[in-house]
């Protein structure tokens, strides 16, 4: 039997809402999903979860949860609001112990060692989505400690991070998510699948690692990306300014100090964190 029965027989996800009375908190950026064919359409981005361990950021009334346990997902859901966890303990018991459910915030657990290895998948709080996203981008041990991203932002968003050079999403958040990853937007969602619908559309964007081109510190391409982007009107020579070595880097490149960040390609980015070492 490929799903425990209980799981089958759920009740509506607008009942759950009603009985524990869940209305919609906007400051810990609640908008729920109650369409289940659409959730198990986000269930099956990341491909066959048949077994795999899945770590979801905020769970809110279980609906995403309840897709991923039925694709034969492991879960452990990080949520902060405390309002969710009666509902959330009946979905632990209907998974058969394939369900853990953590209260806390997501921005300060200790992911590594609370979760290990997993693909994040997450109708992500709006609030603290971008944050988590450059922390999970971020960091020095590649591959990271999880495995693929499938996570909902604001299509504004979701169209920065998988931007190309020379278009005005083009930025920080692009180079940080396609340097040493591969990202796409898997699927777009109307805000009316969201209740309360929220006033802008979103998309579900999949991120997977890919090898770290050689030579690059972590902290370095952070460090560049901050000082090209947080002027992005000005021209290298000045935006970089900052940044010991970078000029002349931009020289040895034969990248003309004149060009603006949003001219660069991904690869250019590398070969000047490259050059500049872990400085
Ligand atoms: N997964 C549900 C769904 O798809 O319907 C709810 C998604 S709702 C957009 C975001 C959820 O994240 C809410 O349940 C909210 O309480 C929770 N949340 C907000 N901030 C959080 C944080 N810092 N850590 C963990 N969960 C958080």
Not at 17 to 26: E, N, Q, R
Not at 77 to 94: H, K, Q, S
Not at 143 to 157: G, I, K
Request: net charge positive.
């Amino acid at each position: 039997m490929t799903h425990p029965e209980p799981l089958l027989h759920l009740p509506p996800l607008r009942e759950v809402i009603a009985a524990h009375g869940l209305s919609a908190s906007k400051a810990l950026g609640q908008n729920f999903i109650l369409d289940e064919q659409l959730l198990g359409r986000i269930a099956k981005v990341p491909g066959s979860l048949k077994g795999e361990r899945v770590y979801e950021v905020g769970p809110g009334p279980g609906g995403l949860t309840r897709a991923l346990l039925r694709a034969g997902a492991e879960v452990v859901a990080v949520e902060r609001d405390r309002r969710c966890l009666v509902p959330l303990g009946a979905l632990c018991e209907a998974s058969g112990g394939r369900l853990r459910v953590i209260e806390g915030d997501a921005l300060e657990i200790d992911e590594a060692t609370r979760i290990g290895p997993a693909h994040i998948v997450a109708n992500l709080p709006y609030n603290v989505g971008t944050a988590l996203l450059v922390r999970w981008l971020g960091g020095e041990a590649w591959p990271p400690w999880w495995r693929s991203l499938t996570l909902m932002f604001q299509l504004e968003v979701a169209e920065r991070i998988v931007a190309a050079p020379n278009s005005g999403a083009y930025g920080r958040l692009a180079v940080l998510a396609q340097w040493r990853s591969a990202a796409r937007i898997a699927m777009k969602v109307h805000r009316s699948a969201f209740v309360p619908p929220p006033k802008v559309m979103s998309a579900v964007v999949h991120i997977t690692p890919a090898p770290a081109p050689d030579g690059v510190a972590p902290a370095m391409m952070e460090r560049l990306t901050a000082a090209a982007f947080g002027q992005r009107r000005k021209m290298l020579r000045r935006s970089l300014q900052p940044v010991p070595g970078a000029l002349d880097a931009l020289a040895r490149l034969g990248i003309d100090s004149a060009r603006r960040a949003e001219t660069l390609a991904v690869s250019d980015f590398i070969a000047i964190a490259r050059l500049l070492g872990s400085a």
